[in-house]
């Protein structure tokens, strides 16, 4: 298990920018992929960015062009850069680190930082 703490999250008006970060307790380089997740009020949590072996970047179509995912190795941590923020975007953020070992997925989740976009 990796221990997953974010930060960052908040209240903003829209077209507003944030910036969440994610501190890994271990190297990023023993991770296969970290990913941030939100999960809205009575709905399921959703992707939203994913980076894979350290560069390969993959984000949910309705962030695309508005959200990059990035890391620094140097300090464990993950960033979501968020732009032109939208009501929309309001949510439970959740920063995951993935381990595969063979046919097994190893999952560490941090605890949430709630992102509040005002119209």
């Known amino acids: 298990q990796v221990h997953l703490v974010e930060s960052g999250g908040g209240l903003v008006q829209a077209g507003g920018s944030l910036r969440l970060s994610c501190a890994a307790s271990?190297?990023?380089?023993?991770?296969?992929?970290m990913g941030w997740y939100r999960q809205a009020p009575g709905k399921q949590r959703e992707l939203v960015a994913a980076?894979?072996?350290?560069?390969?970047?993959s984000y949910a179509d309705s962030v695309k062009g508005r959200f990059s995912i990035s890391r620094d190795v140097a300090k464990n941590t993950v960033y979501l850069q968020m732009n032109s923020l939208k009501p929309e975007d309001t949510a439970v953020y959740y920063c995951?680190?993935?381990?595969?070992?063979?046919?097994?997925?190893?999952?560490?989740w941090g605890q949430g930082t709630q992102v509040t976009v005002s119209s």
């Open positions: 995951n680190a993935r381990k595969v070992r063979g046919q097994y997925m190893d999952d560490s």
């Open positions: 271990t190297s990023l380089f023993s991770v296969n992929a």
């Open positions: 980076m894979y072996s350290g560069s390969i970047t």
